[in-house]
């Protein structure tokens, strides 16, 4: 397992994860495996005070510390998801607080900055002070290869693109390691607003060069193709280290205290489609309501993770399942009696379904959710779309019954090769995760290389 006996002289890691649930999971996740294998390692874990706030209480060894910088924005505009002033503010206002901590720390003998590569201040960061910077993207590698690529899309003249409506079935067949792409499943960075947050996105490719090692949440086997692409053309190493699911997670089994999870042990087995729309952005007040009719009509069982709006989905949706404001998710995916995961495509989530051996029925909101959903289910072959995002903006609770009921069907001819595909997904994964499997390797390589 690589640790290292008692006497080896401590090391420490400094780990920057960007603001959000997406990003602190799989960074806290990554921390937790680190030091699972080094016994000889300390991390100090820099977050927000709002972030603090919501992690504190989070289960973790004591050889991670956190520590905290002001909130970079007023926390009511978090949580109105003003998104391009939170990118900028994240861009322009975390670098000289986390130089400011880091002066104060004066941590001795730190190997390693890992930082997000959302937060593209930290290579420099690290290079000021001859640390070297571990790059971790907490999305797949075939968006980083879209990010990267972003030339190619201007040479190609597909982007700016003014008219997507019309334009969004030509094919993108040209970025490196990706399978070839209508210009609606790329990224969302053709919306208005949205372009300020791809120029601050373009900007940590470009800092990104600077960096020492890129680390990826996916598995080699999983993105094969764009992964050994990227490895050609960077100049530093690369590690595939995921899906970043930590060690304990599972072993336990589920709370039975827990009403979800009662609930989830009287189930049958696969009968159960667990909803997500995610944890950062949601649809219309009109989408909404054909979303719950649409599942209320389909009789499917469900249970259904929803922010806010509990009560009223719990009221309007009827019987058959549960709703709640939050829950363990992987543990639930995990869970026997759950058959079908709508998911709005994040990559945590996806990587999740895989893990589970969930077949996953795709409903995009936003920036990498699009291109997820196309791996699902154009090239994964593991869950089918609620809609085609060039498609219809609104999706009716007519449409949504049926396909719900196509794909928890347990004997559909589709659906049967859907859940063999996906259960190949899974031991594949397993595998990538095991004893000298290709993600366990990987995360091995970057220990002995930075932390020893
Ligand atoms: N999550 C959870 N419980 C919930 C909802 C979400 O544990 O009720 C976790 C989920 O397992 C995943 C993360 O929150 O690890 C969400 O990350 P993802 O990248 O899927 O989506 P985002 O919310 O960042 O769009």
């Known amino acids: 397992m690589g640790s290292t006996s008692g006497e080896t002289p401590c090391c420490h ?12 999971n799989p960074m806290m996740n990554l921390c ?62 975390m670098e000289a607080p986390v130089e400011e901590l880091l ?42 290869s879209v990010f990267y690529h972003f030339d190619l899309l201007i040479q190609n003249q597909h982007f700016p693109v003014d008219n997507l409506a019309e334009r969004g079935d030509e094919v993108v067949d040209y970025i490196p390691g990706i399978s070839p792409t209508r210009l609606t499943d790329l990224p969302t960075f053709y919306s208005g607003t949205g372009n300020q947050v791809l120029d601050k996105v373009l900007e940590a490719f470009i800092c990104i060069r600077k960096a020492q090692c890129v680390m990826f949440t996916s598995f080699y086997e999983l993105e094969r193709q764009v992964i050994d692409s990227l490895s050609t053309i960077f100049a530093f190493p690369v590690y595939s280290v995921g899906p970043l699911i930590p060690h304990n997670t ?73 709703v709640v404001p939050w829950c363990d998710q992987l543990k639930v995916l995990c869970h026997s009696s759950v058959g079908g995961f709508w998911t709005h495509c ?51 609770k007519k449409e949504i019954s049926a396909i719900i009921q196509r794909f928890m069907s347990l004997d559909g001819y589709e659906s049967k090769q859907m859940r063999r595909n996906v259960s190949e ?21 970057f220990i002995s290389k930075y932390l020893k």
């Open 346 to 396: 994040g990559w945590n989530s996806t990587l999740e379904g895989v893990y589970a051996g969930v077949p996953m029925l795709t409903f995009p909101i936003f920036w990498d959710q699009i291109p997820d959903s196309k791996l699902i289910v154009d090239d994964w072959k593991v869950g089918m779309k609620v809609r085609d995002v060039g498609k219809e903006k609104l999706v009716g």
């Open 103 to 144: 002066d104060q720390l004066q941590l001795p003998k730190v190997s390693a900055i890992i930082a997000d590569t959302y937060l593209p201040w930290a290579v420099a960061v690290g290079n000021r002070r001859n640390i070297p910077v571990v790059s971790l993207w907490t999305m797949s590698p075939s968006v980083y």
């Open 32 to 93: 937790k495996l680190l030091v699972s294998k080094c016994s000889n390692l300390n991390i100090t874990f820099i977050v927000t005070e709002e972030w603090f706030g919501f992690i504190k209480s989070t289960p973790k060894p004591l050889t991670i510390t956190f520590q905290t910088i002001p909130n970079v924005i007023p926390s009511e505009l978090i949580r109105a998801s003003i998104f391009p002033e939170f990118v900028k503010a994240v861009y322009t206002k």
């Open 250 to 322: 599972l072993d336990s089994t589920p709370d039975a205290n827990l009403d979800y999870f009662k609930w989830l042990n009287s189930q049958p087995a696969k009968s159960v489609l667990y909803v997500s729309l995610g944890s950062f952005l949601s649809v219309s007040r009109e989408q909404m309501d054909e979303i719950i009719e649409g599942i209320r009509e389909s009789g499917v069982k469900y249970l259904w993770v929803a922010r806010g709006d509990t009560a009223r989905i719990q009221e309007a949706c009827g019987e058959m399942g549960l």
């Open 425 to 445: 997904l899974k031991e594949t994964c397993a595998q990538a995760l095991s004893e000298g499997g290709s993600s366990e390797a990987n995360l091995d390589a």
């Open 13 to 24: 890691i400094i780990a920057l994860p960007y603001p959000g649930r997406g990003h602190i």
